[in-house]
Structure formats: C-alpha cells, structure tokens
C-alpha cells in the first residue's frame, strides 16, 4: 500500500543535467531502501541507484557512477536522482522503486523492492 510517483524526466543534450524526484505516500513506514531503476526499449530493467533510510550511504551502477547521485528527503518521503553529463545511452523510462527494511535480496535486484512508480521518460539526444 504504497504509492510511488516520479517527475522530472524530459528531453535533454548530451552533456546537460536533469533531476528526477519521487514522491512516496501511503504506508511507507515499513520501507527503507529507496532505489531508481531504468529500462531501455528491447533491453531488461537495469539498476540505477539505492539509498537506504538512514541515507547514510549509497550504491550506483558502474555506468553512472560519478556523474549520478542519489539522495532523499524522508520528512517528505522524497528521493532524488541528480543526473549529470548525460549520454545518449541514459535514454530510458526511469523508475523509482521502494523495498523493506529487511529482505533476502540485493539491493541491485528488483526482487528486493516491493512497490513501483508509473516511471518517466529521459531521452537524451547527440
């Protein structure tokens, strides 16, 4: 019973910046890692980036590593993803995923995460 709702996607430069937020609401107490997942047309769902309750610390895929960052808001039941340096290859429907304190999963496994936003679209040209 929680809802997740993404924004911030749109059409951008290679070389620009964008800042994707995800806004948690219902019974969100019993979640704690916060992840962002993408999926490419004809490709599988990729790990972007998780972040835990607590925030104190973080775990990105090795494709955005550096240019990425992860970050949340919980007395909004907010998270971030600070994309720069954007590349073609960043184009994908982004997702924003939510998963329990305590599980049997990786934190890059979608398994590991219970509920999913509507996702947004981030293109990047050439």
């Known amino acids: 019973q929680v809802q997740l709702v993404e924004s911030g996607g749109g059409l951008v430069q290679a070389g620009d910046s964008l800042r994707l937020s995800c806004t948690a609401s219902?019974?969100?107490?019993?979640?704690?890692?916060m992840g962002w997942f993408r999926q490419a047309p004809g490709k599988e769902r990729e790990f972007v980036a998780r972040?835990?309750?607590?925030?104190?610390?973080?775990n990105y895929a090795d494709s955005v590593k550096g240019r990425f960052t992860i970050s949340r808001d919980n007395a909004k039941n907010m998270v971030f993803l600070q994309m720069n340096s954007l590349k073609p290859e960043d184009t994908a429907v982004y997702y924003c995923?939510?998963?329990?304190?305590?599980?049997?999963?990786?934190?890059?496994?979608?398994?590991?995460?219970?509920?999913w936003g509507q996702g947004t679209q981030v293109t990047v040209s050439s």
């Open positions: 995923a939510a998963g329990p304190r305590y599980g049997r999963y990786q934190y890059y496994d979608v398994s590991a995460y219970n509920y």
């Open positions: 219902g019974r969100t107490f019993n979640t704690d890692a």
């Open positions: 972040i835990p309750w607590s925030g104190d610390s973080t």
